[in-house]
């Protein structure tokens, strides 16, 4: 009998319909075949492979779980799983699709007016309008309620001031949007590149998602039609429900990059031939790699159920927080014990869990950080909010 596969150990695939399993697949063989022979070289230059989005969109992987406007209308789990095959070749794709589909496609389908969604979701799932989302500030991102960024009604127009930090994609955007406090509470803007005083620079050196676009937004009066705010966003529970839907894809996401770091070291525990046998053999680096399998099988059914309570429609944020919080924490430690196990090879640009460590440290603190989900479970569980 063949022996299991340590990336899907308790036949996770089996839970799949032949829809999701089909479009895992071929998501995964283009990162086989477009990812991986790049994306080293690609972290090495701080370069986001811009090349890579026309494939990415002919694939209908932007917004992809979102129906209409020339959207592929597929499935929560499907929508995870494109996630987990983008990450397992580097979090800077998935970033950019979480960003494209999650945090700025979503907010326009959920609360855009029927103009807005004509104007720019179809033009987004080509792929040849780029989004970016600005609710982070200098100030802290943990506490968004606190946000400074302010709008201001001016006639028929808005009135906004502020700076936005650490925004993906910012400075190749063609669009932004934009989360401002108001005397009407937390309002949501479309900002277009291009509007006066809207400007954008890269934060141009990071250990982290090297191949991802990182940059500061700067409001200098900007002037905003009323017709690019998002009518139906009221409230800071607006950009935290966008929130909800990235983090969703962010916890399949972080199971690709813990599957890769696992599959390297299992290579090459096979391989290197210590003290006359490969290190493969010995007790400790069994028990790692035995970790490892369950780690990522229990974040995998984890995952799989978050996204069938998805598609129930019953899924709810404290749940999201315990799979981003769980699932990025395994594959952050997946990710250090790999590269360990790699020894000095594993510090080398040639291997992927030092990439994928980096990049990790990204995921842990994006989205909030690891103390905020563990607070957003325990305010759940206990009624009360500590933050
Ligand atoms: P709180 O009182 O809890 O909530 C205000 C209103 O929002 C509702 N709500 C949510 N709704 C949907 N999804 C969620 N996750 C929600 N969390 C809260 C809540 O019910 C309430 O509604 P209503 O109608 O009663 O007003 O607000 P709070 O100020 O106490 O904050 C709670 C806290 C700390 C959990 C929240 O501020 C938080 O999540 N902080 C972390 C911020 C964060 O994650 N920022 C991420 C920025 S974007 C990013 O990182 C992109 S990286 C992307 C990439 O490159 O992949
Ligand atoms: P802070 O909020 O200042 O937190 C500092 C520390 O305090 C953390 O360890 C935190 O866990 C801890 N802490 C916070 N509150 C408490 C508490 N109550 N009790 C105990 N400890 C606490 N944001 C966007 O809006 N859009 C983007 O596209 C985007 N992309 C990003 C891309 C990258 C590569 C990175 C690194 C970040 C990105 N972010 C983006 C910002 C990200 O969401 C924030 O970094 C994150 O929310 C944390 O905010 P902060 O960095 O200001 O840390």
């Not at 979480?98 to 033009?123: D, T």
């Not at 600005?134 to 709008?151: I, K, Q, V, Y």
């Not at 001016?154 to 401002?180: F, P, Q, R, Y």
């Not at 919080?325 to 000095?344: E, F, Q, S, T, Y």
Request: aromatic content about 8%; some cysteine.
């Amino acid at each position: 009998m063949a022996s299991l596969d340590p990336t899907d150990f308790m036949d996770v695939a089996s839970l799949l319909d032949s829809e999701e399993r089909q479009t895992q697949r071929s998501v995964g063989r283009w990162v086989d075949q477009r990812v991986l022979p790049l994306i080293g070289q690609a972290f090495d230059e701080h370069r986001f492979p811009s090349e890579l989005v026309p494939e990415m969109a002919e694939m209908g992987l932007f917004g992809c779980n979102l129906e209409g406007y020339e959207c592929a209308g597929l499935n929560n789990v499907t929508y995870g799983l494109v996630c987990q095959e983008l990450e397992r070749g580097d979090s800077g794709l998935r970033s950019f699709v979480s960003v494209q589909g999650s945090l700025c496609m979503w907010p326009i389908h959920a609360y855009g007016s029927a103009e807005q969604k004509e104007r720019w979701l179809p033009g987004m799932a080509r792929g040849e309008i780029v989004g970016c989302f600005g609710l982070t500030e200098p100030d802290g991102g943990s506490d968004p309620g606190a946000m400074n960024t302010r709008a201001k009604r001016d006639g028929d127009d808005w009135i906004l001031n502020g700076a936005k930090m650490w925004i993906t994609n910012g400075t190749i955007a063609d669009l932004a949007i934009v989360w401002a406090e108001s005397d009407e509470g937390v309002l949501g803007f479309i900002v277009e590149k291009g509007f006066q005083g809207y400007t954008s620079r890269d934060i141009a050196k990071k250990f982290s998602l090297r191949a991802s676009v990182t940059s500061e937004l700067f409001l200098d009066h900007v002037r905003v039609p009323e017709a690019n705010r998002l009518p139906d966003a009221q409230g800071l529970r607006a950009p935290l429900s966008c929130l909800t839907q990235a983090r969703f894809g962010i916890a399949w996401g972080a199971i690709g990059a813990a599957t890769a770091c696992l599959r390297e070291a299992l290579e090459f525990s096979n391989e290197r031939v210590l003290f006359g046998r490969p290190i493969s053999h010995t007790q400790t680096i069994q028990r790692r790699l035995a970790d490892m399998t369950r780690r990522i099988t229990n974040a995998q059914l984890l995952a799989l159920q978050l996204g069938r309570l998805k598609d129930k429609g019953q899924m709810r944020p404290a749940q999201v927080s315990v799979a981003k919080w769980n699932n990025v924490r395994m594959a952050l430690d997946i990710a250090r014990d790999a590269r360990d196990i790699l020894g000095a090879s594993g510090i080398s640009i040639e291997t992927s869990p030092i990439r994928h460590m980096l990049n990790l440290e990204s995921v842990i603190t994006y989205e909030g950080t690891e103390t905020i989900h563990e607070l957003a479970v325990g305010r759940e569980i206990t009624g009360f909010a500590a933050f």
